[in-house]
């Protein structure tokens, strides 16, 4: 099976600009989650999709936001772009494991900068 | 609340000598955990994860980790490092109440030196 597939896997943007990641999750896989890793905050969840629908949400502003299509891939929109945003972003598919739990398959990331 | 407390952000070790990475957990009720290892520029690969049943844990490339309930940890550790095995380290819990959303360690960052 192919793994989670993210693109771009590089953007420069300025501040106050948006910008639009996709992420296609491993086939069968019917949840997403988005998470930011930077230097100082390290990596935090962002939400997660399942069904098309936003199951749960991390502690972000408004103006980060997703979607989620019939076909599972996901997209993420960050608006009015800060120099903060500068992170990879991570998109991860889920299994739901027999004893409890998800186990999660993560993609190769967006680098996002912001000048 | 759950948190996930990484000792050390940068662990050296000598290419043949024991590893060990410390992952502590806060949560009232024992979540779900996992280690991810994180080389450059890339995303996260699983190395081993622990749900229920046998508390030592074995994953892949000849890590394992224990799951010791009574101190709250998930150590990871593996026998003799290689030089590939340098890359950073992240302990990750998830809630057993069904949330899918993972709580990140800081992460460490492993040196091998040959």
């Known amino acids: 099976k192919a793994g989670v597939t993210q693109t771009p896997r590089y953007l420069i943007k300025t501040r106050g600009q948006q910008v639009t990641l996709s992420c296609s999750p491993i086939?069968?896989?019917?949840?997403v989650s988005w998470y930011q890793q930077t230097p100082g905050q390290g990596l935090q969840f962002l939400f997660e999709?399942?069904?098309?629908?936003?199951?749960n949400k991390g502690n972000f502003p408004g103006r980060f936001s997703g979607r989620q299509f019939s076909n599972s891939r996901s997209e993420m929109n960050v608006s009015t772009l800060e120099l903060g945003d500068s992170a990879l972003y991570l998109c991860?598919?889920?299994?739901?494991?027999?004893?409890?739990?998800?186990?999660?398959?993560f993609g190769p990331g967006t680098r996002l900068t912001v000048l | 609340a759950q948190s996930v407390t990484q000792l050390g952000s940068h662990v050296s070790v000598s290419e043949g000598a024991l590893v060990l990475l410390r992952c502590n957990y806060s949560?009232?009720?024992?979540?779900?955990l996992f280690w991810y290892v994180q080389y450059p520029n890339q995303g996260l690969q699983l190395l081993l994860k622990?749900?229920?049943?046998?508390?030592l844990v074995k994953g892949i490339n000849g890590f394992e980790a224990e799951f010791k309930k009574s101190e709250t940890s998930f150590h990871l550790t593996k026998p003799s490092a290689h030089m590939s095995d340098a890359a950073e380290y992240f302990c990750?819990?998830?809630?057993?109440?069904?949330?899918?959303?993972?709580?990140f360690g800081t992460g460490t960052r492993l040196t091998v030196i040959p």
């Open positions: 999709y399942f069904s098309e629908t936003q199951r």
């Open positions: 622990y749900t229920t049943g046998a508390t």
């Open positions: 991860a598919s889920s299994l739901r494991l027999a004893g409890g739990g998800h186990e999660q398959f």
């Open positions: 990750a819990v998830s809630p057993q109440t069904g949330a899918n959303n993972l709580f």
């Open positions: 086939s069968g896989h019917r949840s």
């Open positions: 949560s009232s009720v024992p979540p779900y």
